[in-house]
């Protein structure tokens, strides 16, 4: 069964500094002995075990004796897992990973690999790979740790930290033809290119999981549209800039579901303290690319509804919800548009106020 979970509920949460993404997550927790991906070690060992998992059930291989236990996904398979990533406005992979036993342990990397089988899912000499290189694997004892993989699929460019592999051109274009059309998924406990000796090994994944951007971000006043008020250009992707020098985004974690009603909207990047409102609307100012007002873009028109007002955090950061579908008069089929007003006496246009760039996101049951 698949189930819509949040990365921040997960325990554990192991990359780099340990951070968490937001935005709306899937996940295959192999329950009832589901198994969407076809996910897979290789050998006939594998079993879903129905407990001991992270929790309950999850994929267990038991005797693993190849170069690298390499989990992937089923080739030629598609499910959530595959297609267009960058339609998708895909943020991040993550996975449960679970060491019993394993004999030559040697501390390897896990990394992430995205391939694109080309049209030939029986022929893996022509598939193209990117990856990236992440923590070393948890040695045996340790019992799960989450690992969380970025994936900036909104990128035209091979990512910082990204690399090709196998039957690729250059590195850009082959960012952009496997982004486009993920055929299957492949975890490796190792980096590829290189050699980790492995003896029978006991293990097991669960939660293989797909993060992506929750609704759709528009309005930015990084001048890809209407110009900021005094030319006070935001970082891309952002409002216009205010007194810290950044401009505030608008984002959504949870999901876009009335009956879960587990949606937060997150303002991000304000000055500390000052006092925010959220705005709710159900049409977009210029076809979305806004109209200034104050020393930001106004983006969210038609019939208005305000949240209650807050102050930003210390690190200029406010959330509304969970709970917000009875206020916000949310229905599954509805798309409303979000954004955030806030003071800024002494930004850099003199008005006293800014906004946010904006979010639309529309409804399900």
Avoid at 132 to 155: D, L, N, R
Avoid at 241 to 267: K, M
């Amino acid at each position: 069964m698949n189930t819509r979970i949040l990365a921040a509920t997960l325990t554990a949460i192991v990359f780099g500094t340990g951070t968490a993404f937001g935005g709306q997550t899937v996940a295959e927790t192999f329950t009832g002995g589901s198994n969407q991906g076809g996910w897979t070690f290789g050998p006939a060992n594998q079993v879903i075990e129905t407990s001991g998992g992270n929790p309950g059930a999850y994929l267990h291989e038991p005797l693993i004796d190849t170069f690298g236990p390499a989990p992937h996904t089923a080739l030629g398979g598609s499910s959530f897992f595959t297609g267009d990533y960058r339609a998708r406005r895909v943020e991040s992979f993550g996975i449960d990973v679970i060491v019993f036993s394993a004999q030559f342990f040697t501390s390897p990397p896990l990394t992430l690999l995205l391939a694109n089988d080309n049209g030939t899912p029986s022929d893996t000499s022509d598939d193209c790979f990117v990856y990236f290189v992440g923590p070393t694997v948890a040695a045996p004892g340790h019992g799960w740790v989450s690992y969380e993989f970025p994936i900036p699929s909104q990128s035209t460019t091979l990512p910082p930290g990204w690399a090709t592999w196998n039957a690729c051109s250059t590195p850009d274009a082959s960012w952009n033809n496997v982004i486009g059309h993920v055929s299957y998924v492949l975890v490796t406990y190792g980096q590829p290119g290189f050699f980790y000796p492995v003896g029978p090994w006991n293990t097991g994944i669960d939660n293989p999981r797909i993060t992506s951007e929750l609704g759709t971000a528009y309005c930015f006043g990084d001048g890809s549209g209407t110009p900021c008020p005094c030319n006070n250009r935001g970082a891309r992707g952002t409002g216009c800039a205010n007194s810290t020098g950044r401009g505030a985004s608008i984002d959504a974690n949870g999901s876009p579901s009335v009956a879960a009603d587990d949606l937060e909207i997150v303002a991000s990047d304000m000055p500390p303290h000052v006092s925010v409102l959220l705005f709710q609307g159900t049409q977009r100012v210029n076809g979305g690319a806004g109209a200034a007002f104050g020393d930001g873009l106004r983006c969210v028109g038609g019939v208005l509804k305000r949240f209650p007002g807050q102050s930003a955090s210390a690190a200029g950061g406010a959330t509304w919800g969970p709970g917000l579908a009875s206020f916000g008069g949310w229905t599954a089929g509805l798309t409303e548009n979000f954004q955030a007003w806030y003071r800024n006496n002494g930004g850099p246009c003199g008005s006293g106020f800014n906004l946010s760039s904006a979010r639309s996101i529309t409804f399900t049951p």
